[in-house]
């Protein structure tokens, strides 16, 4: 996992020699950590074989797989999982005159506003949920609640950049292009890492799920919600056969090409795109194919809702528990559009938090419930979060502009100490107090759960060897269980 990775460059006779040496007891031992359960599928493939081989975890992982739930925009901290009080007994009041007010977003300043929602405290553990989300509210005790998160950027372009590539510019490695780089996939049929694209890509484009200087092939795969996920998953040829030949003829140009040019990550990428392509030909329409779910399945999901929004995100929600299911490592869920811009209330906080709440929470809990039941939570780390929180005081009358000195996410599942809460803001939830956590901490922690010391996974480039985290980031280790 670093420089010396077995896909940059080709295997030679003495490393063949030095990797094999263990034989078959080797391989034994390595499996013991989850790293060549795709290895033992393709004995015929000694290459596939070796890569698998040096991409086992660091130690024993907690974690197989990452459901990463994207609340693009920034949810509400105050108005979600983080209850303040004082703002009700505030309302109204200027906001100035209680404590240092920084420069926002959009320079519009209103007054401290209280939450629009009331809260109650759930499951043993006695969380606070606010009402818009009454069905995670069910989950909790299974949830470790962050109230501590800070961002590094105001603005959505690069906080979501710095969110999934752990770096505010454009260019880097996107998170789940890490995770591929340093464990592979368990499925030769599927990507490692995929988007569902619930209709709203988030500002700063493509960008946020590419594998910038990782070889191309690490890069996420976009499936779109509806009956086509992808663009020409059916075969066009009318004579079977006729796709193999046109496959076959272009890997032979390719290799043609990389005879005379060499390693060259692109050529080498583009011929792995197109076998993956051609099997995900036979895979993807069976993935998405719900009729095996049960009635009570769907149900559970929301997929019987008369919110076109409701049933579209529970779709992906489902569709991310069956990609997981079948080893892919690495599944991200951008939001529905609901018509109200995403998270980004600027105005309108009530109306807009409350249709993009109704949309996603039911899908969420019936995730969280539908993979406890089938045994699937115990290795599967479900990350909830956007890129920032928003202010106490109004924009305007009625919004919350951009707040990144504090917000709140939440982890689930395998390794999660659930009813936990970590962190905490003054009494306005306007800046952390306690535990300050960062982006890099949540990367580190995630690395960790998947049984990768993060500060060991690490790519050259520059002149240097790069990180996800870069030179920052702990393990949350009071979250863990």
Known sequence: MGKNHIIHKPVTRREMLGICKGGFGSLAFASLFGGIQTACKQLDDPKSIL???????HYVPKAKNVIFLYMDGGVSQVDSFDPKPRLEKENGEDPKKKFKVDNTQFDNVGKILKSPWSFKQYGECGMPVSELFPHIATCVDDLALIRSMVSDFPEHTNANYFLHTGSGIQGRPSMGAWVT???????????????????????????????GFLPASYQASILKSGPVPLANINPLETKEGLQNQKLDFIKQMDQSLMGSLGHADAVESAISNYELAYQMQSSIPELTEFSSETKATQKLYGMDSEDPHKRGYARQCLLARRLIERGVRFVELTCPNVGRDRWDQHNNLKDGHERNAHAVDQPIAGLIKD??????????????????????????????????SAFSMWMAGAGI??????????????????????????????????????????FRFGGRDIRLTDVHGHIIKDILA
Do not use: C
């Open 371 to 404: 993979l406890k039941v089938r045994g699937l939570l115990e290795e599967t780390l479900i990350v909830w979060t956007g890129e920032f929180g928003r202010t106490p005081f109004a924009q305007g009358s009625n919004g919350r502009d951009h707040n990144p």
């Open 181 to 211: 780089y340093g464990l592979g996939s368990e499925n030769n049929n599927l990507p490692g890492y995929v988007v569902l694209d619930g209709g709203l890509i988030p500002p700063g484009g493509l960008d946020n799920f590419k594998s």
């Open 51 to 57: 890569t698998q081989l040096t991409q086992t975890p």
């Open 417 to 458: 100490k659930g009813g936990t809460i970590y962190g905490k803001t003054d009494d306005y939830g306007y800046r952390v107090l306690e535990n300050e956590t960062t982006v890099h901490d949540v990367h580190a922690t995630m690395l960790h759960m998947l049984g990768v010391n993060h500060e060991r996974l690490r």
